[in-house]
């Protein structure tokens, strides 16, 4: 697997445990969907062959819970437009409270199973 010069990431996110990090997300969110093929936003249930128009979101934050940094089931597969959506909702509050992640997904059980463990 080749990576292009010039990440968009900076500091340690641009690392390869990150990048690895991403994929894991990514293949977990094919398998629980029950899809080989497609990726599925969490939030609105859109199929997508290709990554590249979906992010892999933190359910814990990144700066406040390092030891979750690279945990792949610490991640959500959302499309930009619902990613987006739920940063202007809810801004920095959601740095370190994952329960606003839980209500934007709608109690998405994923994730609920992560926040209780």
């Not at 990090?21 to 093929?37: A, D, I, P």
């Not at 930009?80 to 940063?87: E, L, R, V, W, Y």
Request: charge should be positive.
């Amino acid at each position: 697997m080749r990576f292009k010069k010039g990440n968009r990431w900076k500091g340690s996110k641009g690392q390869l445990r990150y990048k690895i990090w991403r994929k894991g997300v990514f293949e977990l969110n094919k398998r629980k969907v029950g899809l080989s093929k497609y990726y599925v936003c969490v939030k609105c249930n859109k199929k997508r062959k290709t990554t590249r128009v979906l992010h892999a979101h933190h359910i814990y934050s990144w700066n406040k819970f390092e030891s979750k940094r690279y945990d792949r089931f610490n991640g959500v597969v959302m499309c930009i437009k619902c990613h987006n959506s739920f940063h202007r909702k809810y801004k920095f509050e959601a740095l370190d409270k994952p329960n606003l992640l839980l209500e934007y997904l709608n109690g998405y059980k994923l994730v609920k199973e992560y926040i209780q463990q």
